[in-house]
C-alpha cells in the first residue's frame, strides 16, 4: 500500500464548478499535511497546509480527518487557471523532516 | 531573493557519463532534498540532508551520491548515467516542515 494515496483523475470540470479532491494515508502518527500544486513541467508549489479544525484560503477549503486517516481539498467557482496537478503532501514523522508525496491528482478546467 | 536554483535546465547525456547537477539555496533552510518525478510514479526522494555536514539516503539512492560542504549548496552526482535515470529532478528545502522546489533539471540519458 502507498503511504499517500490519491485518485489520480482527471477531473474535467466546467468554470465555475465546485470540485474535491481526495486523499488517504497510512502513518497514522503524522503530524504535518500540506497540499501542494504543480503546473505542466514546473515545480511543485504549496497551496496550503491543512490544520486538524480544516482551513479556508479564498476558494480553496482543505480538511482533515484523523479517524480515517483521510484528507480532502475543495475548490470553489473553479478557474481555468485551476487547472493543474495537485498534490497531498504529508510528513514522514521519523528522525528528519522527511515529506511524503501522493502522485497527485490532475484536475483540468474547461471554458 | 532567488530561493533555490538548479542548473542545468535540461541535459542530454551519454550513458556511462558521469554528471553533477547543481542546487543552491539562499533562505538559509538547514534541510534539503533530491526527488526524481517519473511520469505515473509521482515524486521519490533520493537524497536528503538535515543540515551541512551530514546527509542520508532516501528511497532511491541507487545510482547517486550527494555531499552537502555548506548551508547554500546540495549536489547531485551520477557516478555512471545509465537510460534509468532519465528523468525530471528536482531539489527542495525546507523550513519548518515545508518544502520549497527549485525549478527542476530535465535530465536525458542515451
Known amino acids: 500500500r502507498k503511504e499517500v494515496e490519491q485518485d489520480p483523475g482527471p477531473f474535467n470540470v466546467p468554470e465555475g464548478a465546485t470540485v474535491a479532491f481526495n486523499c488517504t494515508y497510512s502513518n497514522s502518527a503524522s503530524q504535518s499535511f500540506f497540499w501542494y500544486r504543480q503546473d505542466c513541467r514546473k515545480e511543485p508549489k504549496l497551496l496550503m497546509s491543512?490544520?486538524?479544525s480544516g482551513n479556508e484560503d479564498g476558494r480553496f477549503t482543505a480538511q482533515l480527518n484523523r479517524a480515517s486517516q483521510y484528507i480532502s481539498l475543495l475548490i470553489r467557482d473553479s478557474k481555468l487557471s485551476d487547472s493543474a496537478t495537485y498534490l497531498c503532501v504529508v510528513n514522514k514523522m521519523d528522525s528528519s523532516y522527511k515529506l511524503i508525496f501522493g502522485s497527485g491528482t490532475r484536475l483540468l478546467v474547461r471554458p | 531573493i532567488a530561493g533555490i536554483t538548479q542548473a542545468p535546465t535540461s541535459q542530454i547525456l551519454a550513458a556511462g557519463r558521469r554528471m553533477t547537477l547543481r542546487c543552491t539555496q539562499d533562505m538559509r533552510h538547514n534541510a534539503m532534498y533530491w526527488y526524481r518525478q517519473d511520469l505515473g510514479l509521482g515524486l521519490r526522494l533520493i537524497h536528503y540532508s538535515n543540515t551541512a555536514g551530514t546527509t542520508g539516503k532516501g528511497e532511491v539512492p541507487d545510482g547517486y551520491s550527494v555531499s552537502r560542504a555548506n548551508t547554500d549548496d546540495f549536489p547531485l552526482t551520477l557516478a555512471s548515467a545509465v537510460p534509468s535515470q532519465t528523468s525530471v529532478y528536482f531539489c527542495?528545502?525546507?523550513?519548518?516542515?515545508?518544502?520549497?522546489f527549485g525549478p527542476g533539471t530535465r535530465l536525458t540519458v542515451t
Open positions: 527542495a528545502s525546507s523550513d519548518l516542515g515545508v518544502e520549497y
Open positions: 491543512v490544520y486538524s
